[in-house]
């Protein structure tokens, strides 16, 4: 493939598709607004929260994690659709998001969206240690919640000690105001989702994810803040998670990875035209 070994094209595939390491990565738009905004109300709420209690307990969420959220008021379930409710609050505490979840999902992939009238440059954020200069930074909220299970009953570790967010998308714009309301902050951790099966339009492999997590890291450097990116093992951290409820180790999970990579290889060589051949 490309003249190379299988472990550099798997780097290549993985990561770079081609590019320079310090090249920037493909732009991710910026979030479409209304001329005029809709109005933002939240969705009523269930007299329980017992279905989404199960669905994310299902999803391998540590049940001190859900409750935490519950009882902080940035989770309940919708009367209507008994979809899961993720709150967002500025630095003021007041709402300005809500993502939805829907609850029926467990075997395939289920209804999400937002709340009408929601600013994406409010995060779902973790109830947090004001001591704290750390934030680390998600796309989803069962991801946010899904690390934070993995290092209380994992790794033993309070989950509550750093900031923790999630931007609902790969733009940055969540982080921005999170970072302004924050000002202690002085480290950044991107553990966006590792799309290393991803395609675009043209079929060529594209983490989405990964590429992100560069373009911030060079970006948020260069501001004057310490950054880092968090890989998962496979897609995201519930699927690590999920894995990892079953007994899985983490090289268990590396092993995956790499075998549907070397899968992926296999079949982007066979597709790619023979170099040479007369037309």
Known sequence: ??????????????????????????????????????????????????????????????????????????????????????????????????????????????????????????????????????????????????????????????????HRISTGCLWNGAIDRYLEGHPQIKRLVFAVDNDYLARDKNGQLRNWGQLTAAKWMKAYTEKGYACAVHVPHLNDFNTDLVEMRKGRSVEDLDRQRMAELETAFEQSAEEEPEQGMEV
């Open 1 to 162: 493939f490309c003249g190379k070994t299988f472990p550099e094209a798997v780097e290549y595939l993985l990561t770079f598709n081609g590019r320079a390491r310090d090249s920037p990565a493909k732009a991710v738009p910026s979030v479409k607004r209304d001329e005029v905004q809709k109005p933002f109300t939240l969705p009523p709420r269930n007299t329980d929260d017992r279905r989404v209690f199960a669905y994310l307990h299902k999803r391998g969420i540590a049940p001190q994690v859900i409750r935490q959220f519950l009882n902080s008021g940035l989770l309940y379930e919708d009367a209507e659709h008994h979809n899961c409710v993720f709150v967002g609050k500025n630095s003021a505490g007041q709402v300005k998001y809500a993502g939805l979840r829907g609850t029926y999902d467990q075997e395939g992939k289920g209804f999400r969206g937002d709340v009408t009238g929601s600013d994406k440059r409010v995060g779902f954020a973790l109830p947090y240690d004001r001591s704290s200069d750390q934030v680390l930074v998600f796309e989803a909220p069962i991801d946010l919640m899904s690390h934070a299970s993995i290092a209380a009953d994992f790794y033993g570790r309070d989950w509550m000690q750093d």
